[in-house]
Structure formats: structure tokens, C-alpha cells
């Protein structure tokens, strides 16, 4: 398994901000992901991201609103941008190591935006 | 694309009754499954998964086989307990090694009674 953490654990924003995500796991790992789940719904994956490149971004999610950045290994972020009250869900990351086939995820950011 | 369909809840049943959560999936490859579990309050956690058909996942009393014939990862367990109340989600991932991210059902609530 992994230890994944994500911060903040929670925020409320306004309308019009930005919000950055940050993710860390305790090992090095082949692929991170990030994951929206709405209130009540199920999760939705955005974005794989990718080190050393660029993001790769599922349909109906682009890079503008939902910037990634994947320093190393271990790290990556997830950026918000323009936020509007729709935005306002549980982002999760997750990571696979190498060699397994199963994702492992953070505890998740709840975010609300008025 | 791919899809997880799973039943809907919540799903209530008593102390010691048996379980079934179906399960079907769609999927232009040989995915691999995974039932992942969201207790109150916690993160998602994996519960089991299965790599390929006829494969049996099985953890803390769950079971569920990959059957390739009938497209389904139905989860199962004997004798279920209060302290398996919570959000169940069936998922698949392609590419290989599931190196794609995953796709999710709609997750099943379930709630046990004593």
C-alpha cells in the first residue's frame, strides 16, 4: 500500500478564486491520478498525472481549469482555477506503484465554494 | 467507453444476513475490477480486485469472481455485521497492468441493522 497525503483537508473559497491541492505519498510511485466526487455521487476521474509532462485530461475536463503538476515521484498538485459553487465537491488523488495493478487514495480535500 | 453499472441502494439488511451487490461492467478490453469500500467519515479504502477472468478477490469475508462470460464482479459475503455499513463501489481499470485510471459505479449504501 501507500501513504497519501493531501492538503488542505478542507476549504471554502469564494467565488472567482483559485484553490491548489497538494498531494504527497510516502514512496515513489509510477502514476498518480486525480478524482472529483460531487456530493452524493460517485468519483469522476479528471486528469493522470503524468512526471516531467504534461497532465492527461479525461473528456470534459481541460487544462485550464484544472492545471496539474507532477514535480517527482511523489508529489503533485491540482489546481482549481475560477472556481464556481458547481466546483464544490471531494477531489481525491490516487497513486499505483509499480508492478500492481490496484489505486490507493488519498483522504481527499473537501472543498466548497460560495 | 467503459462503464460500471451497480444497484443502487441504500441496501438494508439485518445482522447475519447474506450479501449480494451486482455488479456488470462494460469494457472494449480485458479490464481489471475492483471493489473499493468508503466507510462513514473515512477515505476509500480497496477492498478486493481480480486481474483477469475467473479470478476470485476476496477480503475480510467478501468475495467476488471476474466473470468474463457475463461481464459481472458481484460482491458477496456470508454473514454480514453493523461494522460493514457503508458505501460500496465497484470499479474497472484498462490498459495494462490497469495502468488507466478507473472508472466507477454509482456506489451502493449499505446500511446493516442489528
Known amino acids: 500500500s501507500a501513504v497519501i497525503s493531501q492538503k488542505p483537508s478542507r476549504d471554502i473559497c469564494q467565488r472567482g478564486t483559485s484553490l491548489t491541492i497538494q498531494c504527497q505519498v510516502d514512496?515513489?510511485?509510477?502514476?498518480m491520478f486525480w478524482y472529483r466526487q460531487q456530493p452524493g455521487q460517485s468519483l469522476t476521474l479528471i486528469a493522470t498525472a503524468n512526471q516531467g509532462s504534461e497532465a492527461t485530461y479525461e473528456s470534459g475536463f481541460v487544462i485550464d481549469k484544472f492545471p496539474i503538476s507532477r514535480p517527482n515521484l511523489t508529489f503533485s498538485t491540482l489546481t482549481v482555477s475560477n472556481m464556481s459553487p458547481e466546483d464544490s465537491s471531494i477531489y481525491l488523488c490516487?497513486?499505483?506503484?509499480?508492478?500492481?495493478?490496484?489505486?490507493?487514495f488519498g483522504p481527499g480535500t473537501r472543498l466548497t465554494v460560495t | 467507453g467503459d462503464s460500471v453499472t451497480q444497484m443502487e441502494g441504500p441496501v438494508t439488511l439485518s445482522e447475519e444476513a447474506f450479501l449480494t451487490i451486482n455488479c456488470t461492467y462494460t469494457?472494449?478490453?480485458?479490464?481489471?475490477l475492483f471493489w473499493y469500500v468508503q466507510y462513514p467519515g473515512e477515505g476509500l479504502q480497496l477492498l478486493l480486485k481480480a486481474t483477469k477472468a475467473d479470478d476470485k478477490g476476496s477480503n475480510k469475508g467478501f468475495e467476488a469472481t471476474y466473470r468474463k462470460e457475463t461481464t459481472s464482479f458481484h460482491l458477496e459475503k456470508g454473514s454480514v455485521q453493523v461494522s460493514d455499513s457503508a458505501v460500496y463501489f465497484c470499479?474497472?481499470?484498462?490498459?495494462?497492468?490497469?495502468?488507466?485510471?478507473?472508472?466507477f459505479g454509482k456506489g451502493t449504501h449499505l446500511i446493516i441493522q442489528p
Open positions: 469494457a472494449t478490453g480485458y479490464p481489471s
Open positions: 514512496s515513489q510511485v509510477t502514476m
Open positions: 470499479a474497472l481499470s484498462e490498459g495494462g497492468g490497469g495502468a488507466d485510471g478507473l472508472t
Open positions: 490516487s497513486v499505483r506503484k509499480q508492478g500492481v495493478y490496484e489505486q490507493y
